[in-house]
């Protein structure tokens, strides 16, 4: 394919010609969306590696990790320029890829959804579930999937996009949907973990935060507040410590999300509580542009 000459100003006839624009329109297309995989990942090994697809109302990305060398992760975040939502983004990222033709270990959809409720196992059932979703949600809107958290003994129940659904559903041979919550208490709720008091787990996104607050043996409370402010999450933290009653000497919080975005927050939260710390990295190391969901979703595995 041969290309007009597109410097000093100067354009020649042919550039003019349409299939000419269309030849060089697709050509940076191709570009833009092929992805370069990292020598460190071999993707000849058939079932070798995890891939985890995060969706997001406004960007979508997408990890692979091998279980027993969480250390060689691939992390990619779809580039939405040109794009009307981050779901068409990803689709052609899809259809231009031969990698998610490969045969992997298991397919992960990771759902940020803030819309949820937790309900203990005790009382679940999925005879019920219609009769839940009524009396929970006002807006029915897409499909509902409930996602079990063993760790915490309970269920999130949630609403997925009924298109993006159906899709992962048609692309992918058995994709298992995780609500982005369930990783993180399953992570905070470890056994590994030894707590002689109680505990606030904060985990930041650009436009909210996750508050996670646990007992020394029991999960509490989960909830999402949607802000862009910090001076709202702030107020968000310290309200549900306050309503929890929770000890602003003794008990303590660990914020966890992007360090480097986060160091204000945490410098705040210290004028108002004494045991205020960022969450220790789940994976060392990392990229730190990996959400912290998934990097906690990775080690769910090992």
């Excluded at 030849?23 to 590696?49: E, G, T």
């Excluded at 691939?74 to 259809?95: E, H, I, N, P, R």
């Excluded at 003994?153 to 995780?178: G, I, M, Q, T, W």
Aim: aromatic share 16%; charged share 20%; proline share 6%.
């Amino acid at each position: 394919m041969r290309f007009p000459n597109l410097y000093e100003k100067t354009y020649s006839n042919d550039f003019v010609r349409s299939s000419y624009i269309i030849d060089i329109y697709v050509y940076f297309k191709y570009i833009q969306m092929k992805i370069n995989i990292p020598d460190n990942i071999d993707l000849h090994v058939p079932n070798r590696y995890i891939l985890t697809v995060y969706v997001h109302p406004e960007k979508f990305s997408f990890s692979l990790h091998c279980t027993n060398s969480l250390e060689s992760c691939f992390f990619y975040k779809v580039d939405t320029a040109g794009q009307t939502d981050a779901f068409s983004a990803f689709k052609d990222l899809f259809f231009d890829n031969d990698l998610f033709a490969l045969s992997f270990q298991k397919t992960c959809i990771l759902d940020f959804s803030p819309l949820f409720t937790y309900v203990p196992d005790a009382i679940y059932s999925e005879k019920y579930k219609e009769d839940y979703i009524k009396l929970i949600f006002s807006e029915r809107t897409g499909v509902f999937l409930d996602h079990a958290v063993p760790a915490a003994k309970l269920r999130v129940l949630y609403p997925v996009s009924e298109p993006v659904h159906n899709f992962f559903v048609r692309s992918f041979d058995a994709p298992e949907f995780v609500h982005y919550t369930a990783p993180l208490i399953t992570h905070f709720h470890s056994p590994d973990i030894k707590r002689n008091r109680r505990q606030m787990i904060v985990n930041t996104h650009e436009k909210g935060v996750d508050v996670f607050c646990f007992s020394k043996k029991l999960f509490l409370l989960g909830n999402h507040f949607p802000c862009e402010k910090r001076q709202d999450a702030l107020y968000y933290i310290l309200y549900t410590w306050k309503q929890l009653k929770l000890d602003k000497f003794a008990d303590s919080l660990l914020v966890a999300g992007n360090p480097s975005r986060d160091i204000e927050l945490i410098d705040t939260l210290r004028l108002y509580l004494r045991h205020v710390h960022p969450a220790p990295p789940i994976i060392p190391d990392a990229d730190i542009t990996i959400p912290f969901e998934m990097a906690a979703n990775f080690v769910s595995f090992v």
